[in-house]
């Protein structure tokens, strides 16, 4: 399976709009997009940068590492889950939700996806 078809399991989500695969950098690994209203790929990347800036606080805090964050918009529900520091490959793995969607489910998705890439990424 391709991390493309991978993330498309988000699309079974209620208010399910755009999940991505990034590097800690910032680059996209993989994406999907069902709502083109949005410039999702600017969206993940500036949220990336957030989420490694809540790595960095987290560290100065000496609170542990930052494992995942919400955002919530007035439109938008913005979940972001991190493969951890120490894995072979450290990546991020967001989805995007209209602000009615099912964040539950998509945090328990985010785990079984996030484990379902690490293998394909490592």
Do not use: P, W
């Amino acid at each position: 399976m391709d991390l493309e078809n991978l993330l498309q399991e988000f699309r079974t989500i209620r208010g399910y709009i755009a999940s991505s695969i990034l590097s800690k950098a910032g680059e996209e690994i993989a994406s999907d997009l069902v709502d083109t209203s949005i410039d999702a790929a600017l969206l993940s990347i500036t949220y990336n940068d957030i989420f490694n800036m809540a790595h960095e606080c987290v560290e100065k805090m000496g609170s542990g590492e930052c494992t995942e964050t919400n955002i919530n918009t007035r439109d938008l529900l913005i979940l972001m889950h991190c493969s951890g520091k120490a894995t072979k490959v450290h990546f991020h793995l967001g989805c995007i939700l209209a602000k009615d969607g099912n964040s539950v489910l998509a945090g328990m998705l985010l785990e079984k996806v996030m484990k379902k890439a690490a293998q394909h990424l490592g």
